[in-house]
């Protein structure tokens, strides 16, 4: 994947995919706009990043129940305008105006109320922000081929699939004509790598780059929850210790406390807080493109951002990689490892491997 530097010093940027635009390496995530995060404290974490030379903003009609989309587009009409910033957003879940699933008429609603809600003409990069097993991936392509035609958006994209559903979506869009996904948004951070058994695999076979969202497994990698005590106050986990795939309990494990322990203990070679040495392991993944970036205050963000200089050792990679490995479940995936590590014709030899 090609890299350049930004005209904004400070940020690199990469392009989404084999044909999309150039984007800022990290990107900012807004699903606490209008939710976590009010107006004034949003218009200030959109002007920080602008300022630090961030070029990709992400967000979702679902997002604050569209109301982050509006603030982006106040913002937007405020300062002039998107300019030169790449401006993705999605649609799946949303109630209307927007519309429930991936069929035509839905994603055509749902992209309407987006544009008229962010106050631009097109969107740079539009995710189908799940697979809808309701509707023909075919229909959905066909869609949004008619609405880049139509000059409604610019890219594809789609998020939380597996790795089926890529392959599936590909294949589709290549045999049919229809435009090719230029990313893929999933969740990914030292604590859920299960993106690599497939759908890592598949997004490099397709040329697909990855946007990761949850890039600090929402905070855990800050280093801010402890074994001891469940968490309170004022933080995602404190409010809502339940929360998702991000919950205190599913988390709170010996592997996820030696990676915290491997975190620390780099991150202190380095000056550095463990949340950007969890930050810069992720920006080293293959395929991984930008980095999104979701805060509730402008001085949250500020700290992430200023992980992006980070540059570690190879033998620090390493060792985040290898504590932080899940392992490979029996099979089908241990099974081809280990065929994988010896000559099978050889071990075997003259008897056929078919089974």
């Not at 150039?22 to 920080?48: H, I, P």
């Not at 035509?104 to 962010?118: C, F, G, M, N």
């Not at 280093?223 to 469940?230: D, L, N, Q, S, V």
Request: charged share 20%; aromatic share 6%.
């Amino acid at each position: 994947m090609t890299q350049a530097k930004n005209s904004s010093p400070g940020m690199a940027t990469t392009a989404l995919g084999q044909a999309g635009p150039l984007v800022s390496r990290m990107g900012l995530g807004t699903m606490t706009f209008g939710a976590e995060t009010d107006e004034e404290g949003s218009f200030r974490q959109l002007d920080l990043f602008v300022d630090q030379g961030g070029t990709f903003l992400d967000t979702a009609d679902v997002y604050g129940g569209g109301a982050s989309e509006k603030i982006i587009g106040k913002w937007g009409r405020r300062r002039g305008g998107m300019g030169d910033l790449i401006l993705a957003t999605k649609g799946r879940f949303a109630p209307p105006p927007g519309s429930h699933g991936a069929s035509r008429r839905a994603i055509v609603r749902s992209v309407d109320a987006s544009l008229t809600r962010l106050q631009v003409e097109a969107i740079d990069v539009y995710f189908i922000h799940g697979w809808d097993r309701h509707t023909d991936v075919a229909e959905s392509l066909a869609t949004l081929d008619d609405l880049v035609s139509a000059g409604k958006i610019h890219n594809i994209a789609w998020s939380n699939v597996c790795g089926w559903q890529i392959q599936k979506i590909v294949s589709t869009a290549r045999a049919q004509g229809y435009p090719v996904p230029v990313a893929v948004q999933p969740q990914y951070n030292l604590l859920d790598r299960g993106i690599e058994l497939e759908v890592l695999p598949c997004c490099l076979e397709a040329g697909l780059s990855l946007t990761p969202w949850s890039p600090l497994g929402g905070g855990w990698l800050t280093g801010k929850y402890t074994a001891e005590a469940r968490p309170t106050g004022a933080t995602r986990l404190g409010e809502d210790p339940n929360r998702g795939v991000e919950a205190y309990d599913l988390r709170n494990t010996s592997r996820t406390h030696a990676v915290l322990d491997a975190l620390r203990s780099i991150a202190s070679r380095h000056g550095r807080p463990p949340a950007h040495v969890a930050l810069a392991w992720l920006g080293s993944r293959p395929g991984v493109a930008s980095i999104l970036l979701g805060a509730r205050t402008e001085e949250q963000l500020a700290d992430n951002l200023a992980a992006r200089d980070l540059v570690l050792e190879v033998s620090e990679l390493e060792t985040l990689t290898k504590v932080s490995s899940p392992g490979l479940p029996a099979y089908p995936y241990g099974f081809l490892e280990d065929w994988s590590q010896v000559d099978v014709w050889k071990t075997l030899g003259t008897q056929s491997v078919s089974r």
